[in-house]
């Protein structure tokens, strides 16, 4: 098995701690290791570091490079800009050797957490038989743990094959809180991670049929590496699911069920991070008197906090982000600001 992991996203829920030159993929959350290299991590020994490719950007390039030093550096592919995973993982398969594009292939995001890496592995490794065996596009789906409105979900059809495998109905989109809730009730719906699993070859042919012009664009930078930057960009902008994994019929899940997040927000670190006696938690040098619930991350410096409840306080070296944790997912409003202001510096 080989793996792809897609490391170009912005992290821009997780400002001030975030910037441009350091994603929230390149960010210690939770320990001393990046979300990225927990990522690698928890593959082996199931995938090595020798099979593992990644896909960033140009700006991230190096900073991946020095990250994952396991890496072989050439494996460690660098879009020139981003254009969606569509066209990110087409690329990125395309430009592995032919004898890996015949492999099955696990296309993992880089900023996610699993909280059981043994039982994520395990999922892993049921999926990549499955997808072995009968060459058919695989995806883990994770066991709602609530009615989360932030996410899009995969309807499942009745019953259940070898390996314990779902046959995948339908895509759907984030629901409003009334179909959450009946989602999650009815025990029919997994989350939607954006993992998924194939033979290489076999995704580069579903691309031909379903994406012709993202096919034909792929063979021309493979025939002419040279003019990657000129190319890259004619490419269609689509995501994975809306240009190939709707319109499969066959498309396959496993239940992921390992205390999946994808940390995409201050309020999810929140909920993972162990807290005190009062219900807060902390990372750095911080006081709280009198406070309960709260979220304190100091990257540099202390944060003290008296007398308040359910906030997010964070502090970098130069820059303070205070809010209520409830409305963790808005911080984006603060960056659409800073950009309109040109606030590069903070950006």
Known sequence: MRA??????????FWPLSRKSRPKQLLALEGERTLLRDTLERLAPAIGPES?????TEELAEA??????????EQILSEPQGRNTAPA????????????????????PADHRMG?????????????RVVEREDRVMTLGVVPRWAETGYGYLELEPGEGAEGVR???RFVEKPSAEN????????????NAGIFLFRGSTLLDLVAEHQPELSRGLEEIAAAPDRLRELYGRLPADSIDYAIMEKLDGIATLPLDCGWSDLGSWEALDEILPKDIQGNTSHGDTLALDARGNLLFAGQGTIAVLGVEDLVVVRTGDAVLVMPKSRSQEV????SELTAAGRKDLL
């Open 4 to 13: 792809l992991i897609l490391a170009g996203g912005s992290g821009t829920r």
């Open 52 to 56: 593992v490719w990644v896909c960033t």
């Open 64 to 73: 991946v490079r020095r990250d994952l030093p396991s890496v072989p550096p």
């Open 89 to 108: 993982i087409a690329w990125a398969v395309r430009s592995m050797p032919e004898a890996a594009r015949r492999e099955v292939v696990a296309v993992l």
């Open 116 to 128: 059981d890496p043994a039982a994520f592995r395990e999922a892993l490794e049921r999926a990549a």
């Open 167 to 169: 046959r995948v109905r």
């Open 180 to 191: 959450a809730e009946r989602f999650l009730a009815s025990g029919n719906y997994l989350w």
């Open 332 to 335: 984006r409003k603060l960056v």
